[in-house]
């Protein structure tokens, strides 16, 4: 197995990495998992990088693998592991949770959250179909799996965790607060105010307070204010 296939280059890295794109030639490479590649950030460059809890990749590598970090309240060993948007990061020996988020560049961010708020994530609904006996199977942006009848594409759950359970459900609809995960407003959250049918050219847009942008860029949060902590709020 080359280098190559197991790390990527720096100046290729994607922009959600917080890293110096100039300090060496390569960097770490996530494993594939729930998130798109190009929106992860692996698991070790999180605890280097992002929250600089160590001081090194082995310094990392060690907690992860003595099993002292969690992903959603699971124990995760593999310190590729690919730890995307919304995750929740437990680091054990100091009972800190972290959410990911996004900053104003696009950037992977964590911000720490209270040990109430870490037992539930949101989870925005990508696709929507029918299974064995008639039940409709969600499948969300982490790659879970869920079923409900009344969550529909685009909207957002809330779910405990690590138990998986469908607590509340976030539409995709006026009124409603979101958050922006991409373009020069990504990290903000505005107030859906409508939305605009697509063409054959043109995808639907969603109408928010200050922009209109691609549904895909746009993740309900809450109704009258936000379910979880963010970065400006």
């Known amino acids: 197995m080359t280098k190559a296939s197991k790390s990527r280059k720096r100046l290729n890295a994607p922009k959600t990495l917080k890293i110096n794109k100039k300090a060496n030639t390569w960097t770490v490479k996530p494993s594939p998992g729930t998130h798109k590649l190009e929106e992860a950030v692996p698991l070790k460059t999180a605890l280097r990088d992002h929250l600089k809890v160590v001081e090194n990749g082995k310094e990392a590598e060690k907690i992860i693998k003595e099993g002292k970090i969690e992903i959603d309240k699971n124990t995760v060993k593999n310190p590729k592991h690919a730890v995307g948007f919304m995750d929740v990061l437990t680091i054990k020996p100091s009972e800190k949770d972290y959410r990911a988020t ?57 779910i405990k965790i690590p138990e998986n359970k ?48 691609q549904e895909r860029n746009v993740f309900p949060i809450g109704k009258d204010k936000p379910e979880i902590k963010t970065r400006v709020n």
């Open 102 to 158: 996004y900053n104003e560049r696009g950037k992977i961010e964590f911000i720490e959250i209270n040990e109430k708020e870490a037992k539930y994530k949101l989870g925005r609904v990508k696709r929507r179909q029918k299974i064995k006996g008639g039940e409709t199977q969600i499948t969300l942006h982490d790659g879970r799996n869920l079923i409900s009848d009344e969550a529909k594409t685009g909207d957002t759950v809330k």
């Open 166 to 213: 469908l607590e509340k459900i976030i539409e995709l609809k006026k009124g409603n607060q979101a958050y922006i995960k991409r373009g020069k407003h990504a990290g903000e959250i505005q107030k859906i105010t409508g939305k605009m049918p697509g063409t054959k050219s043109r995808p639907a847009l969603i109408k928010l307070e200050n922009i209109e942008t």
